[in-house]
């Protein structure tokens, strides 16, 4: 007899047969007549219904049946005469396979529910939140993002190209980088006064993690045409907001002979495929997070799906703040960074829908992105979402290997670690365009989860990385 999964058991119409089933237990209830057992193993978030007939088991072999033991049941998947499920398992043999002490497992309350212990609480453990019905709902849309994710691309000719995680250049020439270090290969790695003695280097070379896989991705877009890298990427930032991570996913198309327009196009297409993509994918874990943080989750992903994103300048998104009613913390003046509350304004207040903002002050963004025709401008593009803001950051890449080289001796970008890069503009170059989309700011936006730290399973931030 083959393992069914859950999932498959709730919608089968085949009853009437011998299965086996195995999972973790959510809660178990009855009288002394029978026992009711809810089983989940992950496959969805709903429980199969096992019923424990007392005239075939002895309350002594139920005993060790309790919240988040894990256990393998065979018996007769039949029609449920209950309310609240179609199929039931009516058990013959029921195996413990771990028990799971009542008085120490930390998920009792309402059968390993988000509810009775709180989403930070829930972050001390990360290992064991995959068992409540939240992180159950968002690790499965995770999984279905990601997977549209590369559905996306292999449907419209991208290749999926692999970029490195150690590296010697800081791509977004922002120095938010952690260093990577060899330790001395002497073991333990202690010094006397026992603090580790990280040697400085990695093999005599400096080397950090990677903050983006984009300038290798160009190096691939020059020969493949159009490709993405989907992979983890670091920044050193000491931020403590419900949007950063110092460890986050992106996803990051590169494509030659596209400008701005075709990269924005792209961008607002394979957004809005992705929300669909999970609406009608992930329709029960939705509903879940809708009913119990978001009412307006499904409404707001249906709404994206539905209408254009906004298209404006940096400028002119400046001067409506300018005239806007609402007072801001911080001023907003042309050539500054837009804060998240003036981004917030033009989504959330004045547009009402997603805006895709462009042409930046070429003094705020990186050295990579092309200078418009008036010399203060870059053709940049960023992607702000209600509740988000920033979802997408990408341009038009300078082309020109003259005005490349001029842009980054401007901003002491040093040309002589990035001659691989330079040599795309000696060697055939083209124009081209690309994006990075925050993967976690995406299954944010999709969960309707407040906080960035609770749709990726280790939230790496300041001073929580201990596994
Ligand atoms: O805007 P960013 O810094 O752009 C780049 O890295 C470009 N190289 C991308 C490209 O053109 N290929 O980052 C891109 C996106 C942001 O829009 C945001 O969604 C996300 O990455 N992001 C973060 N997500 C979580 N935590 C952080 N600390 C993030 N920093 C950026
Ligand atoms: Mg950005």
């Given at each position: 007899?083959?393992?069914?999964?859950?999932?498959?058991?709730?919608?089968?119409?085949?009853?009437?047969?011998?299965?086996?089933?195995?999972?973790?237990?959510?809660?178990?209830?009855?009288?002394?007549?029978?026992?009711?057992?809810?089983?989940?193993?992950?496959?969805?978030?709903?429980?199969?219904?096992?019923?424990?007939?007392?005239?075939?088991?002895?309350?002594?072999?139920?005993?060790?049946?309790?919240?988040?033991?894990?256990?393998?049941?065979?018996?007769?998947?039949?029609?449920?005469?209950?309310?609240?499920?179609?199929?039931?398992?009516?058990?013959?043999?029921?195996?413990?396979?771990?028990?799971?002490?009542?008085?120490?497992?930390?998920?009792?309350?309402?059968?390993?529910?988000?509810?009775?212990?709180?989403?930070?609480?829930?972050?001390?453990?990360?290992?064991?939140?995959?068992?409540?019905?939240?992180?159950?709902?968002?690790?499965?849309?995770?999984?279905?993002?990601?997977?549209?994710?590369?559905?996306?691309?292999?449907?419209?000719?991208?290749?999926?190209?692999?970029?490195?995680?150690?590296?010697?250049?800081?791509?977004?020439?922002?120095?938010?980088?952690?260093?990577?270090?060899?330790?001395?290969?002497?073991?333990?790695?202690?010094?006397?006064?026992?603090?580790?003695?990280?040697?400085?280097?990695?093999?005599?070379?400096?080397?950090?993690?990677?903050?983006?896989?984009?300038?290798?991705?160009?190096?691939?877009?020059?020969?493949?045409?159009?490709?993405?890298?989907?992979?983890?990427?670091?920044?050193?930032?000491?931020?403590?907001?419900?949007?950063?991570?110092?460890?986050?996913?992106?996803?990051?198309?590169?494509m030659?002979?596209y400008d701005l327009?075709d990269n924005?196009?792209?961008?607002?297409?394979?957004?809005?495929?992705?929300?669909?993509?999970?609406?009608?994918?992930?329709?029960?874990?939705?509903?879940?997070?809708?009913?119990?943080?978001?009412?307006?989750?499904?409404?707001?992903?249906?709404?994206?799906?539905?209408?254009?994103?906004?298209?404006?300048?940096?400028?002119?998104?400046?001067?409506?703040?300018?005239?806007?009613?609402?007072?801001?913390?911080?001023?907003?003046?042309?050539?500054?960074?837009?804060?998240?509350?003036?981004?917030?304004?033009?989504?959330?207040?004045?547009?009402?829908?997603?805006?895709?903002?462009?042409?930046?002050?070429?003094?705020?963004?990186?050295?990579?992105?092309?200078?418009?025709?008036?010399?203060?401008?870059?053709?940049?593009?960023?992607?702000?979402?209600?509740?988000?803001?920033?979802?997408?950051?990408g341009s038009q890449r300078?082309?020109?290997?003259?005005?490349?080289?001029?842009?980054?001796?401007?901003?002491?970008?040093?040309?002589?670690?990035?001659?691989?890069?330079?040599?795309?503009?000696?060697?055939?170059?083209?124009?081209h365009s690309g994006?990075?989309?925050?993967?976690?700011?995406?299954?944010?936006?999709?969960?309707?989860?407040?906080?960035?730290?609770?749709?990726?399973?280790?939230?790496?931030?300041?001073?929580?990385?201990?596994?």
């Amino acid at each position: 007899l083959r393992r069914s999964r859950v999932n498959d058991l709730l919608t089968s119409t085949d009853l009437n047969r011998d299965v086996l089933v195995k999972g973790w237990v959510r809660t178990r209830r009855g009288n002394k007549y029978v026992q009711f057992i809810a089983l989940n193993d992950g496959s969805c978030l709903a429980t199969l219904q096992v019923v424990a007939d007392l005239s075939k088991f002895s309350e002594e072999s139920l005993k060790d049946i309790t919240t988040g033991a894990s256990v393998a049941v065979r018996g007769q998947l039949v029609a449920s005469q209950g309310k609240g499920q179609a199929v039931e398992v009516q058990a013959e043999e029921i195996t413990v396979l771990g028990t799971a002490d009542p008085e120490t497992y930390p998920l009792q309350k309402r059968g390993s529910d988000q509810k009775g212990i709180s989403l930070e609480a829930l972050r001390d453990i990360a290992h064991l939140r995959p068992r409540t019905n939240t992180f159950g709902a968002v690790l499965r849309i995770r999984h279905a993002l990601a997977f549209a994710i590369h559905q996306y691309f292999n449907e419209h000719g991208f290749y999926y190209v692999h970029t490195p995680i150690i590296t010697g250049s800081d791509a977004e020439g922002a120095g938010q980088m952690f260093r990577v270090t060899t330790l001395p290969p002497e073991h333990p790695p202690r010094t006397a006064d026992g603090s580790v003695d990280f040697a400085e280097d990695f093999f005599g070379k400096q080397t950090n993690l990677t903050v983006s896989g984009q300038l290798e991705g160009e190096l691939a877009a020059m020969a493949l045409g159009q490709v993405y890298t989907f992979g983890p990427t670091f920044r050193a930032e000491n931020s403590n907001t419900a949007r950063h991570l110092a460890e986050f996913w992106m996803v990051e198309p590169e494509m030659a002979f596209y400008d701005l327009p075709d990269n924005m196009d792209l961008a607002e297409d394979f957004l809005q495929s992705l929300v669909r993509y999970a609406l009608q994918h992930c329709a029960a874990d939705l509903q879940f997070l809708h009913d119990t943080y978001d009412k307006e989750l499904l409404g707001r992903l249906q709404f994206v799906v539905d209408n254009q994103f906004q298209r404006l300048t940096y400028t002119e998104a400046v001067e409506i703040l300018k005239t806007a009613k609402q007072k801001f913390e911080f001023p907003v003046d042309w050539g500054t960074d837009l804060q998240s509350e003036h981004e917030r304004y033009l989504v959330e207040k004045h547009f009402k829908k997603p805006v895709i903002l462009t042409n930046y002050p070429k003094d705020i963004k990186a050295f990579y992105m092309k200078l418009d025709d008036d010399g203060r401008t870059v053709r940049a593009m960023d992607v702000l979402f209600p509740g988000i803001g920033e979802i997408i950051g990408g341009s038009q890449r300078e082309e020109d290997l003259g005005k490349l080289e001029a842009r980054m001796a401007e901003m002491h970008v040093p040309a002589d670690e990035l001659w691989w890069y330079l040599d795309t503009r000696r060697f055939g170059t083209v124009p081209h365009s690309g994006f990075g989309l925050g993967f976690e700011r995406l299954v944010l936006f999709v969960t309707g989860m407040g906080n960035i730290r609770d749709v990726i399973p280790f939230p790496r931030y300041p001073k929580k990385a201990e596994f």
